[in-house]
């Protein structure tokens, strides 16, 4: 007996695209509030050099705590300063303070309400129990569709995700605070306000401050997550490290998060030592202490306003989108040095082939020049059109498909069946949001290869694996594409394919928001003109490989070619 299959994702889709179109004036306020926020705490935190930022901060940190936090909050944010990842640690602490800050706002008056009420803690309860439940990256698939890319879309998805613990536990320390204690409260005439601010809250502030300090620790591990999105910080060079399985440079964006959850974890843990707090009333130093703290934050708000002020470059802003393929990272980065050129500032998000085509359709980005066609970016152009501008090939000569080492004796796809031993039933794929891999799925159902295994991964590990077999010169097969250093490293081939499932040769094309032509005539004139060839890509892409920074190899293909760059600026 076979149940007919409710379409609860066509449902799904329907609410969301219903949501998009009747609450986009909701959607826009929260992000016109949320973007702001995060800039507030960014220039926070930027308002001075770095050295004596955190010079405040450890004095800060001090005041509110002990000494010996402060010692290690000095030692372990000059290590990140030493490491040159502050600007980026600066950026997480703004969006795990921006979240927390929300939270506070709306976890705080629902915790409130579900302490003073069954009903509400009845309604509530069971909510954030789904909330905390759900495997956090679900939540981004709705803030991409709601919020397109970048930090505010990250934030949405940590707040959902972190405010659960603020509610629950204010909701239980109010629930604690002794009957006989609200009983006298009532003799003595107050009101149910006045019984709430000067008897509940004061008595349950540890249990809330202890909320507060698992909100701000989940928080921070979304902060990965939220990279996958398009979110800045240290998380985007996390998932930078994963996908290009660089594994030092992971490690120590890994060390700085780490740094930072211990320093709020620990101060917050203080903030919420009531007992402490009450001893240290009665002392004179803490009377210093307070009108010091009180002076810090006064100075720090100060030179928040002044860098507001001098912040402004004249330059327009531009944003580009991008998908972790060493390709599009070579292209998008020399395009970035070109922008620059031209006096742009230029904001590069690294993210999925999904949400950088959203993030183009939706004017949170303003450009891409990551599309296959006819083959690979089909189905977005597909799902897409008319909501972009295609402005034509940026390469031409591509090509994608099934590749393997050159001594591997077949050549063709259709006769991968004959040896699924050989190549233990696999094919090493990349992102399985991409077009190849998706594509390739349509191939494995026309040649029916039902013994073999589609191994999602990431364009570094797909060639880690290639790497590994090649020298032991084992059979592998994975999903390829030309250009690719690859081909330059390795002797490599690919499989004919008789049913021409992956489409003939292929072109790169540059893909703009609607608009951008006419809100930044030169920036869409550089970017029309943009066209480079195969070698010189390769040329790009070998020298990320060998160990160059993609920025930095970018600025040097570009300061060896000036020929081509100025006619890409129409200076020639």
Known sequence: MSLPRIPLDKWVDAFIQWLQIHFKPLFDLINGAIGPTVD????????????????????????????????FAFIGLMLIYDLQLWSDSVLTIALVLTATLISIVIGIPLGILAGRSDKMKGFLFPVLDFMQTMPSFIYLIPAVFFFALGNVPAEIASIIFAMPPTIRMTSLGLRQVSGELKEAADAFGTTSWQKLIKVELPLARSTILAGINQTIMLSLSMVVVGSMIGADGLGKIVLQSISRLQVGKGFEAGLAIAIIAIILDRVTQNLGNAKTAAVNKKTPMVIVRKWLTIATIIALLGMTVYSYVGDGSGKKKIVLTYVAWDSEIASTNVVKQVLEKAGYDVEIQET??????????????????????????????????????????????????????QYVPINSVDQLNQYRDKFNGQIIGIDPGSGEMQLTEKLMKQYQLNGYQLISGTDASMVASLDKAYKQKKWIVITGWEPHW???????????????????????????????????????????????????????????????????????????????????????
Request: net charge neutral.
């Open 352 to 405: 999925e082939a999904a949400p950088m085509w959203e993030g183009v359709v939706s004017g949170a980005a303003d450009a891409h020049v990551c599309a296959w066609l006819p083959s690979s970016s089909k189905i977005f152009v597909e799902k897409y059109k008319g909501q972009f501008d295609d402005l034509g090939p940026n390469l031409t000569g591509a090509k994608i498909g099934l590749v393997v080492p």
């Open 40 to 71: 507030f705490f960014q220039h926070l935190l930027s308002a001075v050099p770095p050295i004596w930022m955190i010079l405040l901060l450890t004095l800060l940190v001090w005041l509110v705590s002990r000494l010996r936090i402060a010692i």
């Open 486 to 572: 690859k081909f330059l490293k390795y002797k490599l081939k690919f499989l004919d394919d008789p049913d021409g499932v992956y489409g003939g040769p292929q072109s790169i094309h540059t893909i703009v928001r609607k608009g951008l032509k006419k809100d930044m005539p030169e920036a869409y004139a550089i970017l029309d003109r943009f066209h480079w060839s195969k070698e010189d890509m390769e040329e790009v892409m070998l020298k990320i490989h060998d160990g160059m920074s993609p920025d930095q190899a970018a600025a040097e293909w570009v300061k060896s070619h000036p020929k081509q760059v100025n006619e890409w600026l129409g200076k020639q």
